[in-house]
């Protein structure tokens, strides 16, 4: 399986993460997932037929808060490490074309 | 040409959950605060921050699917949906693919030949809701508040059965009755708190076969949503016609120009990469959650309206306005309960209060008299404290601001008039101001005791009452 | 005895004794960073007022009578991804450089409330991704006991520290092995807790459903009382447990007899340094000298764990990190070009390689198409991975093994090829994937003269268990010696030699106010320094007498 890694493939992994790979990061990014991914492949020799995916290890369940408002006004806390603040509100480039 | 092909809808429907906080946080959801006064780490995805289920979202969640006659899972779990933007702060929402709380259930709506028609739906999930982006236009940047982040959402999705705008409009509408009903959410399009997406493909006419569906963004209120449709059918068909394929593709509409748009974008590969969130609990969800649930259910529609007529003996237009509201339903019963006057509650609410709301345009939801003040004024009116006229006075002034009307009437000094020494003093005031008028009833003119009636009601600002006012009036002019 | 010498206990007994402020216990220990941490680099932030401060408080504290435990006064040191209010917080990432948290994790106010006093923060390997604290962006942290070599990682920072005597003790985080195997390669004990003993809440998350909290100490008793202090059911952790049985110092007896210990053949295969062979054996011998049951067994599917451990690590990972995007906080890019120029330059310019590599992986194995033969089938394999676990402790109270492969490797050895980085976790993954607590300590050392670990893992909740038989057998042991050299044992050796009946010799060289040596020393540490330092630490130590 570890054949799949293309050129194509490194680049869509990049949109998905949002990293700029440079020319040389993508080669070296193709070579290390095949290398891991050959290496990952290898729980494919397990039969895990019928076996439950298990995402959590212990059946903890049903963990819930009541609907009681908790928080106060923290904004100048939470706007403390923007790197970027207007109005009480975080900056970002423009998003609508 | 559009008779041969059929449009095939589904609706994927957001509502938001009326808690107190948001879905993983203390936060308030109250509307209207300044920007990111209601943030906390969690909401604004801070590292090291981890979300905790707020209880009464799961409630509600279960409450909406036993009304819509889904299946409740009862081993539920939360996925995260990964998508890089800033109005979602962790840059994953969480929400439920693999296992969603409701599943399987469907509402029945009326078609406009007066049939009945059953719509699917597929499931329904919870999430959270994004925050809220403004453009400047001036910096060239948008500003983020995530006040509106993490705040509970309902997702419930339909199955491609709708064929029309008006059955679309027929669905929603009976969405936002049951979801008001259970008191899950205001629903209301505008404010955003009900929002539809509209899901809609074509094909030929009796062809089995599902077109290529596109999703559309952006519908604001039941009249965008037609537009849309019509517009989104028209150019599904078009493209067809002219032997172009219809892209699989959301489009956002634009209400004021009547047309829709791709939104697409090149640096977004719609890949969201779901997996179960590893730091949220499974639900699970047992017999006695769902039983203690189910008990809470209130009365619907239906059964509200047969028993208003067993009960109440009111005629079925009465019935069909006051159960459109949860909120004017009981209004109706409580004020009902006080007085022991059905008909003349329901006068109020048919009369004054439908007349207010379309002035005012005020939603059923938001009236804010008290059904006890509305009591009092129909006993004061009953007890001839106040006249009918000043009655509707008072009334608008509760409609304003829920005043009470005893109280009100007291300081205003609107109590009727019943002493007879003042009110044969204002007669003989306007028996001598209009002795034409006098003269004519006296030649057998009875309409002109009519005008003469108004006259004193007038001087008295409203506060006599009009039979008296009517009978000193005739004995005077016979004088 | 320097106080940078003692244990937890010993120190917090001479406080609350009397004999010793929280305030010149702190300061103390402030000065032995000043002197020391520019060999190691241990922190990537002290907080020199703030300590003092704290120290002011826990000492009028522990006067008026409130204070009573056995960290009160303590000095310890915090992994630089556990977030501390109003202190930089970095996870060693150029990404969160200036990062300065609003809250404090669970586990360092639970710390805190304990009476401890939070030093400063340690250096680790970027967002904990490595095994070797070399991919930190605040330079490599170096073994104490030979400054050639990692300190292992990814809580390299805080192993160090302790084993540098640059605080008392420390937390670490452990999502493969960060507390373990670094705690073995610097001759410290640490433990991974059971998943969910310790909240982690404001633990910037690296794989959440593998993350534990732990301590990092010189002996098992300190190790017990913090992990009694840091433990407690948090509701701002949804997978916090609620636990009755935290009160670990009471497990710490002599007492081994019948108890089960089966050693995995697998964890003795293919790719095991002798000298760690031989110190791991021999250490399995002593506990069944004091009258445990020690047998050899099959584990089975060891070699599945760390293809099952990456996939689902870096899975999460790729996710959790998702939110460092220049917008809320962290690193931006000064050169974008709109939005997805600034996501991709900030991210690609605030993250380290390995963190991009983890990041990339995580996205691909979660992509579509990709989804079910990869993090499914990793999901499916940690579930037989803990019913293997399940059938092993059936038959077993505790199990033991080495903690590593080998001992700490040679700076830049590693990073060269980072599968076989990967593969030296083998003994310590499988832990994390099936919830279990276990816990390292020194069992001896290599030809080379650095530490090797042994590792318990027990049964989930059987803490006490571990802690039994890591008292048990680190009372057998004796003392270890520190990475000092031979003149410079811990409080605990002392006790260990004391018991054994022989007394150790007296150090040669000048000793430091902090009782370390820093010249003269028979210890693998070179004395000149200044070559790759830049400073003279020997002229700037040697003058204070002890």
């Known amino acids: 399986m570890a054949n799949i890694i293309s050129d194509e493939t490194i680049a869509y992994v990049g949109v998905l993460a949002q990293l700029e790979l440079s020319e040389e990061e993508r080669e070296q990014a193709r070579s290390d997932m095949s290398r891991m991914l050959a290496y990952i492949d290898k729980m494919g020799e397990l039969d895990t037929t019928g076996v439950e995916p298990m995402s959590h290890v212990f059946p903890v369940q049903n963990v819930f808060r009541e609907d009681v408002v908790t928080n106060e006004d923290m904004r100048e806390q939470i706007l403390l490490n923007a790197p970027e603040e207007r109005d009480g509100m975080f900056v970002a480039p423009r998003t609508f074309e | ?479 | ?546």
């Open chain 2, 1 to 479: 040409m559009s008779k041969q092909y059929e449009t095939v809808i589904g609706l994927e429907v957001h509502v938001e959950l009326a808690t107190k906080t948001k879905i993983f946080c203390g936060c308030s959801t109250a509307f209207g605060a300044a920007p990111n006064t209601q943030t906390c780490p969690v909401c604004t995805g801070m590292p090291g921050s981890l979300p905790v289920l707020n209880r009464q979202v799961l409630e509600y969640a279960i409450a909406v699917g036993l009304a819509t006659n889904c299946d409740i899972t009862r081993y539920a779990k939360f996925d995260r949906k990964n998508y890089f933007y800033p109005d979602n702060p962790q840059n994953y929402q969480i929400s439920q693919l693999y296992l969603p709380i409701c599943r399987n259930g469907g509402v029945e709506i009326e078609t406009e030949e007066g049939g009945r028609k059953m719509v699917g739906i597929h499931e329904i999930h919870m999430e959270e809701d994004a925050g809220k982006l403004l453009h400047d236009a001036w910096e060239d940047c948008s500003l983020v508040d995530y006040n509106r982040s993490g705040v509970p959402l309902i997702e419930i999705v339909s199955e491609p059965d709708m064929r029309s705008a008006e059955e679309v409009i027929a669905y929603l509408e009976k969405l936002r009755l049951l979801i008001q009903y259970l008191g899950a959410s205001d629903c209301k399009l505008q404010e955003g708190s009900m929002r539809a997406d509209v899901n809609l493909s074509v094909r030929k006419a009796g062809t089995e076969q599902f077109g290529t569906r596109t999703e559309m963004k952006n519908l604001n209120s039941f009249k965008a949503i037609s537009r849309a449709i019509a517009g989104e059918t028209e150019r599904q068909i078009d493209l067809i016609e002219s032997g172009e394929k219809v892209v699989q593709e959301t489009r956002r509409w634009d209400d004021v120009k009547g047309e829709s748009y791709a939104m697409r974008s090149k640096e977004d590969a719609q890949d969201y990469r779901y997996f179960p969130d590893p730091d949220l609990t499974p639900v699970v969800v047992s017999d006695e959650m769902l039983q203690k649930i189910r008990a809470a259910q209130p009365e619907f529609r239906n059964e509200k309206m047969r028993r208003y007529r067993e009960e109440f003996r009111l005629p079925d237009y009465d019935i069909e306005i006051i159960t459109e509201s949860r909120h004017m339903a009981d209004l109706f019963e409580a004020a009902t309960a006080i007085c022991g006057q059905p008909k003349k509650v329901s006068n109020w609410l048919m009369g004054e209060t439908l007349r207010l709301m379309k002035e005012k345009e005020t939603d059923a939801q938001d009236l804010c008299f008290s059904p006890e003040h509305l009591a009092k004024l129909i006993r004061l009116t009953d007890e001839k404290v106040i006249t009918g006229a000043v009655a509707k006075e008072v009334f608008e002034v509760m409609f304003a601001e829920n005043v009470d009307p005893e109280r009100y009437v007291e300081e205003k000094g609107l109590k009727s008039v019943n002493d007879e020494g003042a009110l044969q003093k204002t007669v003989a005031e306007v028996i001598a101001a209009n002795p034409q008028s006098v003269e004519d009833y006296r030649n057998g003119k009875e309409k002109a005791i009519g005008f003469l009636v108004g006259q004193t009601m007038k001087a008295m600002k409203g506060k006599a009452d009009p039979a008296a006012v009517n009978r000193i009036l005739k004995e005077a002019c016979r004088k």
């Open chain 3, 1 to 546: 005895m320097g106080i940078a010498d003692m244990t937890a206990v010993e120190l917090s007994a001479a406080v609350r004794a009397g004999q010793i402020t929280a305030v010149q216990a702190v300061e103390e220990i402030l000065t032995c960073i000043e002197e020391r941490d520019a060999l190691y680099n241990c922190y990537v932030t002290v907080d020199r007022e703030g300590a003092l401060a704290q120290a002011k408080e826990v000492q009028a504290k522990i006067e008026a009578g409130h204070l009573t435990g056995p960290l009160a006064g303590v000095p310890v040191a915090v992994k630089d991804n556990l977030c501390t209010k109003g202190l930089r917080t970095t996870c060693a990432s150029r990404m969160l450089g200036n990062f300065v948290p609003t809250y404090t994790a669970e586990a360092v106010t639970n710390l805190r409330k304990a009476g401890a006093v939070i030093l400063g923060k340690t250096n680790m390997d970027e967002f904990a991704m490595g095994s070797t604290t070399e991919t930190s962006a605040y330079g490599v942290t170096r073994n104490p006991w030979n400054r050639e070599h990692v300190p292992g990682g990814s809580s390299g920072g805080s192993a160090a520290a302790v084993a540098a005597g640059e605080c008392i003790c420390a937390l670490g985080s452990d999502t493969g092995g960060s507390i373990r195997q670094p705690a073995a390669f610097c001759g410290t004990v640490g433990m991974k807790p059971t998943y969910g003993t310790v909240s982690r809440y404001g633990l910037i998350a690296y794989g959440s459903s593998l993350d534990q909290i732990g301590p990092l100490t010189k002996d098992v008793r300190d190790c017990a009382a913090v992990l009694e202090a840091i433990a407690s059911h948090d509701v701002k952790d949804s997978t916090s447990l609620q636990r009755q049985d935290t009160d670990f110092m009471s497990a710490l007896t002599e007492d081994v007899q019948g108890m089960r210990i089966g050693i995995p053949d697998d964890y003795l295969g293919e790719g095991l340094d002798e000298d760690v062979r031989a110190a791991v054996l021999k250490a399995a011998e002593e506990l069944a000298g004091r009258g445990a049951v020690v047998e050899r067994f099959d584990l089975s599917l060891v070699e599945y764990a760390i293809p099952a451990y990456y996939t689902i690590a870096a899975a999460e990972a790729s996710s959790n990190l998702e939110r460092f995007d220049g917008i809320k906080y962290g690193y931006r890019t000064g050169n974008d070009a709109g939005l997805h120029s600034m996501y991709r330059k900030s991210r690609a310019e605030g993250f380290g390689e390995e963190v991009k590599r983890r990041i990339m992986l995580g996205s691909f194995v979660l992509s579509s198409g990709y989804y079910d033969a990869y993090y499914l089938k990793a999901l499916q394999v940690k579930a037989l991975i803990k019913k293997a676990f399940d059938e092993a402790f059936a038959k077993y109270d505790v199990i033991l093994g080495p903690v590593a492969p080998t001992t700490a490797p040679k700076l830049g050895e590693s990073l060269a090829d980072p599968l076989k980085m990967y593969l030296g976790d083998i003994y310590t993954i499988a832990v994390n994937l099936a919830g279990l607590p276990g816990i390292s300590l020194p069992c001896g050392k290599d030809r080379k003269g650095l530490p090797i670990g042994l590792q318990l893992i027990g049964d989930c909740f059987q803490e006490k268990k571990l802690i039994r038989a890591a008292y048990t057998y680190e009372r057998s042991r004796g003392p270890f010696g520190t990475a000092g050299g031979a003149g410079h044992g811990t409080a605990a050796d002392e006790r260990a030699q004391a018991d054994a009946g022989s007394f150790r010799t007296s150090g040669e060289g000048q000793v430091s106010q902090c009782g370390m040596l820093w010249q003269g020393g028979k210890s693998g540490r070179p004395v000149s320094e200044q070559s790759t330092e830049g400073t003279d630490r020997t002229n700037r130590t040697g003058g204070i007498p002890s």
